[in-house]
């Protein structure tokens, strides 16, 4: 029975870790098993969970997670990891369909889960063949590699860590709920560039999605990767309300301070500028920096990019 979600139920001072399965019954949860230290359950599950929505990396966070399980529990947790990989490995219709039920799961939650968001590095060390450091390290500590890794070709700063997806994705939804609120009530709510202000209710309609569609990116353990020119606008737009009172505003968030730190938080001008994480492109930039366009946008801006995945067109919007 393939795997939808995994999620986690305390007990005790551990937790315990499931599965959501489909069957020809409909959905059901079957225990995966019990854990002493209830971090380790959450951690599993997100990586799992990205596993699931074909994040390429997840699958080795699993296995890292599973070394220090007992022999029991560590079997489990590979197996499941086993089968994720059997289905994803030679890609085609059967792992689109999995990844898009999996994805369509993860989406209806509707808020981040802390857990998934801890998929993100908080450091980029661990590949450095020369110091021997573990992934785990922090490279200010390094002789080797210096601060920020800047004297190892193999490290650097981090930018997409744990707390910065938790407070972009924040971000992305309110901007989406903005957007949403000025179709509905017909009030503006600056919740786009003021370029795009002459379009109509119905292209405002697809820019609400384009954020939603990039915060659930961010809940599927990935880094946004703008589909089309709207995504690009939309991802910038965003990265440019971020930084200085408002990032500080999520610090007492209690999700934020159940998220591993890293010295790589906040850094909004590392994310945003061209030799950064992201790189909207010129054109995303001339309507972030333009007052008015008047002419028609929407085949422009909601057009696929060029060799990049379509999003799935019977998603919707919100209601």
């Excluded at 560039?193 to 659930?216: G, I, K, M, N």
């Excluded at 057009?303 to 998603?315: A, H, K, L, Q, W």
Aim: proline letters at 6%; hydrophobic letters at 35%; glycine letters at 10%.
């Amino acid at each position: 029975m393939p795997d939808l979600f995994f999620l986690t139920q305390s007990k005790g001072n551990g937790a315990l870790l499931f599965s959501i399965q489909e069957t020809s019954n409909g959905p059901e949860l079957s225990k995966v098993g019990t854990f002493d230290n209830p971090d380790e359950p959450r951690l599993i599950a997100a990586a799992l969970n990205a596993a699931l929505q074909g994040e390429a990396n997840a699958l080795a966070k699993v296995h890292q997670c599973a070394t220090s399980l007992p022999g029991p529990l560590k079997k489990a947790i590979i197996d499941r990891a086993g089968d994720i990989e059997e289905t994803h490995r030679d890609g085609g219709e059967p792992a689109e369909t999995a990844r898009k039920a999996a994805r369509a799961l993860t989406e209806s939650l509707g808020r981040p889960n802390p857990a998934m968001l801890s998929v993100f590095s908080t450091t980029a060390c661990g590949h450095c063949a020369d110091c021997g450091c573990v992934v785990d390290e922090d490279c200010a500590k390094c002789s080797v590699c210096g601060p920020d890794g800047r004297d190892c070709g193999d490290c650097g700063p981090v930018g997409m860590t744990p707390r910065n997806a938790f407070v972009l994705h924040h971000a992305l939804r309110d901007l989406a709920d903005r957007t949403y609120f000025t179709v509905r009530s017909r009030f503006w709510e600056y919740s786009v560039p003021d370029s795009v202000e002459t379009q109509t209710d119905w292209f405002l309609l697809h820019c609400a999605r384009a954020y939603d569609d990039l915060a659930a990116d961010l809940l599927a353990g990935q880094v946004p990767e703008p589909h089309c020119l709207a995504e690009s606008v939309a991802l910038g737009y965003a990265l440019s309300t971020l930084g200085g009172f408002r990032t500080g505003s999520f610090r007492g968030d209690e999700t934020y301070q159940a998220l591993p730190a890293s010295r790589f938080d906040d850094d909004w001008a590392f994310l945003s500028d061209g030799g950064g994480v992201f790189d909207v492109g010129d054109r995303a930039r001339a309507f972030l920096t333009s007052d008015v366009i008047e002419e028609d946008l929407w085949d422009e801006w909601f057009t696929p990019y060029p060799g990049v995945e379509r999003r799935d067109e019977t998603r919707g919007f919100r209601s």
